[in-house]
């Protein structure tokens, strides 16, 4: 299918894309890498007016370390963050998930902001910035609010976001000393979207891990730095509390054997890392 007509209108900057959304609300979308949104709109699943090209919008694709964090701007690929030289100490869960994103093509042109804004729950990025406790910027002709990624994905492909809110830019905590990071996914062909992926970080106290492809939204689950039996029933526990559904690609029993399996060897993983650093 090919999509409905739109009006196509290439943005300059970031109050320019503000003052289009402000006026048009969800009649306009935000149009980035195009990798998630093309599909939508030539399935017809969205018909909007006016597309909001930022994929060149100078202002908006920037990538740096500010505060701690790697701040990355909207318009910014998922490659300009991958191929960045100090990303493996940097971020270095950065570094593990993004080759399990597609094929090199995709993240050529598709955005990391991009990626968040479209909250898919099996997405790698989205798993990152919850597990890291990453945070989301939106701006508008109203201002700016920061948000945690906690509170920004609310569900399947559903976010805090406004209407009239354009993601401006999103930050990842920089690696804490002393903490290890691993990524571990299962998916039926290299680069499909993951059927779960795990995303775990381990210091000296504590392990958190992140689980994608299961519940409608990225999970972190938090814990002591527990081992043997003890970790083993905790990750069973959480296997079961994220309600996974039996669908086409697999059942929700396998889906608690990955999230128990996949879960464990990341933060093996993590662990590891951590004691090496
Ligand atoms: C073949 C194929 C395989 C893929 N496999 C994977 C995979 O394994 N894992 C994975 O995570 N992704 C995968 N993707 C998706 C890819 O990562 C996309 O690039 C990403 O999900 C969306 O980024 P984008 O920049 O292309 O956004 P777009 O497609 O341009 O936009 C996606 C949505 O977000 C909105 N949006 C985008 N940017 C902003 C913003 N700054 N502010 C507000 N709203 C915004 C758009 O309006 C749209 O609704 C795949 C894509 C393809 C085509």
């Not at 597309?51 to 505060?67: E, F, K, W």
């Not at 729950?121 to 945070?135: I, K, M, R, V």
Request: a negative charge; proline letters at 5%; hydrophobic letters at 45%.
């Amino acid at each position: 299918m090919k999509p409905a007509p739109f009006d196509y209108i290439r943005i300059d900057s970031a109050e320019e894309a503000c003052a289009l959304l402000a006026e048009h609300g969800d009649d306009a979308r935000i149009l980035a890498g195009g990798q998630s949104l093309v599909t939508v709109l030539n399935m017809r699943l969205a018909q909007p007016a006016r597309l909001l090209d930022i994929s060149r919008t100078a202002p908006l694709d920037y990538v740096r370390i500010d505060g701690g964090r790697l701040v990355v701007g909207a318009a910014a690929t998922q490659a300009s963050v991958e191929w960045r030289a100090g990303l493996s100490t940097e971020v270095p869960l950065l570094g593990h998930a993004f080759p399990y994103i597609s094929h090199f093509q995709v993240r050529n042109r598709g955005t990391v902001c991009g990626s968040v804004a479209h909250a898919d729950p099996s997405a790698e990025l989205p798993l990152c910035l919850a597990l890291l406790g990453g945070e989301v910027v939106l701006r508008s002709r109203r201002g700016r609010r920061v948000l945690p990624a906690g509170d920004f994905f609310q569900g399947m492909l559903t976010t805090a976001r406004q209407d009239d809110e354009l993601v401006e830019e999103v930050r990842y905590p920089l690696a804490a000393p002393g903490w290890g990071y691993a990524f571990e996914e299962f998916s039926a062909r290299h680069g499909d979207f993951a059927i779960v992926a795990c995303a775990a970080a381990v210091g000296a106290d504590e392990i958190r891990l992140g689980v994608g492809g299961v519940a409608d939204r990225p999970r972190v689950l938090r814990l002591p730095r527990l081992e043997g039996e003890a970790l083993a029933a905790a990750l069973n526990d959480f296997a079961w509390e994220l309600e996974a559904r039996d669908d086409p690609h697999a059942s929700a029993r396998y889906r608690r054997h990955l999230v128990r399996r996949l879960g464990l060897r990341a933060i093996e993983d993590a662990g590891r890392r951590a004691g090496a650093t």
